[in-house]
């Protein structure tokens, strides 16, 4: 007797162990966080030591400026952090510094001021040679970085409010003189982390990474309404090393785009987007969820996007590009995506954006290639897929499996459209275009 209870008690114990052993390992939860470690700061001072004032009314513009000059010339080896308590923090656009992190306590909020007539301008970027919108200058974003290191933006979920509103109204009347303000935007900047922090309303683009390497950006929530203009969630452009995980985005434009640069100017400056990571982002938008384009001009390699659920949405997936544009996309893997009430499941065309201006080289086609699309779910989606290469650049190596996106009944069936394509497909319904289906094989990893 004694004996079997000890037996039973060792079958036991190795049985835990098993199960201690089997959620060790699910709690492992996969991450490209670590190309920024996080660094916690000793060194604090608050923005009210600066005379910023939290009653929403209260202009404190010279607090931020104050407060990031006093960091920058403090040069405190670890940085300093800028503490925001809760309160509301109505300030016009500042700069941050290097070695620095924002922290908004949880109810701080850092509120745009509606005042466009004096928004700074600053110059284009070389890679689109004049403002997205405008020609000229743009209006330099709320929260802006330029040249810096090691920032990070984070705290317990406070808000920065972008009061887009006054800008979209502008933007409807025809009457902007220049390209919108990004909510954030870093430039020529690396190591930069953004964690949970919710970005409302920005008036243009919310959180855009130019010229930037190693940014982590993960745990924040994105909002803005459906119908507002241009309004995308995070732009990685013509960055490397770009991680963006565990986000909900909900704005009126691409919930996530990665660009590199516009036509000719984009040509010139060459310089592309590479080795993005996007994971366990949910979200709805009436235009795409992950997309790529519809600026490339610098090319995009090495994208991996997994793990991501939308809801009515316009394109789940959207690589999109122009003749003109020129640039490389190659290499985009894009996995376990589900979707519900979805205009077009997957959508890669060459039919997309304007152009800066009567310059860009008609005969600069882009070239796209290797993309593998695989696990993916989708219920109410009135069209699965399109997918159009040009005749004189044809997509190649397009590689589709394990593909099922249901339309809704009340809905007449759209069937898949292609054309200059290449590639395989395997286990896709509804069935995509034979061009796929004929043409070559997938890879035995897309499987
Ligand atoms: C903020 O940065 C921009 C771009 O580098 C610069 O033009 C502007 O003068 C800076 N503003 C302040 C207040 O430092
Ligand atoms: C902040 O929001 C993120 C994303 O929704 C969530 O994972 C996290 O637990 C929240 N943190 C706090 C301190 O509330
Ligand atoms: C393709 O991209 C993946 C990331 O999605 C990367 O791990 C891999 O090394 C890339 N392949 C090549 C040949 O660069």
Redesign the pocket.
């Known amino acids: 007797m004694r004996r079997r209870c000890v037996w039973e008690t060792m079958a036991g114990l190795t049985a835990a162990l098993v199960v201690l052993k089997c959620c060790s390992v699910a709690a492992e939860v996969v991450t490209c966080s670590g190309i920024v470690p996080m660094v916690y700061r000793n060194d604090k001072i608050s923005i009210t030591d600066f005379g910023g004032v939290g009653d929403g009314r209260t202009l404190n513009t010279k607090a931020f400026n104050e407060a990031v000059y006093r960091i920058k010339h403090l040069r405190r080896r670890r940085g300093t952090l800028l503490y925001i308590p809760p309160g509301v923090y109505l300030t016009q656009s500042f700069n941050l510094t290097s070695r620095m992190t924002l922290y908004l306590a949880?109810g701080a909020v850092i509120k745009a001021t509606q005042n466009t007539a004096d928004w700074p301008l600053i110059a284009p970027l070389p890679s689109y040679g004049r403002g997205r919108e405008r020609p000229g200058g743009r209006y330099m974003s709320f929260i802006h970085g330029e040249g810096l290191h090691d920032v990070i933006i984070t705290g317990?979920?406070g808000t920065i409010d972008g009061q887009g509103g006054v800008w979209w109204n502008i933007w409807r009347q025809r009457t902007l003189q220049f390209t919108r303000p990004n909510l954030i935007e870093f430039k020529d900047s690396r190591s930069i982390i953004i964690s949970?922090v919710i970005f409302k309303n920005s008036p243009f683009w919310n959180i855009h990474p130019v010229y930037c390497s190693k940014v982590v950006i993960r745990?924040?929530?994105i909002l803005a309404p459906p119908g507002s203009p241009n309004t995308d969630g995070i732009d990685p452009d013509s960055s490397s090393h770009v991680c963006i995980e565990?986000s909900?985005i909900s704005t009126g434009d691409d919930l996530v785009a990665v660009k590199s640069g516009w036509d000719e100017y984009g040509i010139k400056y060459g310089r592309p987007s590479t080795d993005i990571t996007i994971r366990r982002v949910t979200g709805s938008s009436p235009f795409a969820g992950i997309a790529v384009g519809s600026e490339t001009s610098g090319g995009v390699y090495n994208v991996l996007a997994e793990h991501i659920t939308l809801y009515n949405m316009g394109v789940g997936i959207h690589l999109k590009t122009n003749i003109g544009r020129g640039g490389i996309i190659k290499n985009i893997t894009i996995s376990d995506v589900y979707m519900v009430n979805v205009r077009k499941g997957i959508k890669i065309a060459a039919d997309v954006g304007d152009h800066p201006d009567e310059n860009y080289n008609p005969n600069a086609l882009p070239v796209l290639n290797q993309v593998r699309i695989t696990n993916v779910r989708g219920k109410k989606v009135q069209q699965a897929g399109l997918i159009h290469g040009l005749k004189n650049s044809p997509f190649t190596d397009i590689c589709l499996s394990n593909i099922n996106l249901h339309g809704s009944s009340s809905r007449r069936y759209v069937p898949w459209k292609c054309s200059y394509v290449s590639g395989g497909a395997i286990q896709v319904k509804p069935s995509p275009c034979s061009d796929l289906i004929h043409s070559g094989s997938c890879p035995i990893q897309g499987r």
Do not use: G, Q, R, S
Request: proline share 0%; aromatic share 12%; hydrophobic share 10%.
């Open positions: 949880k317990e979920n949970n745990h924040v929530t565990d909900y």
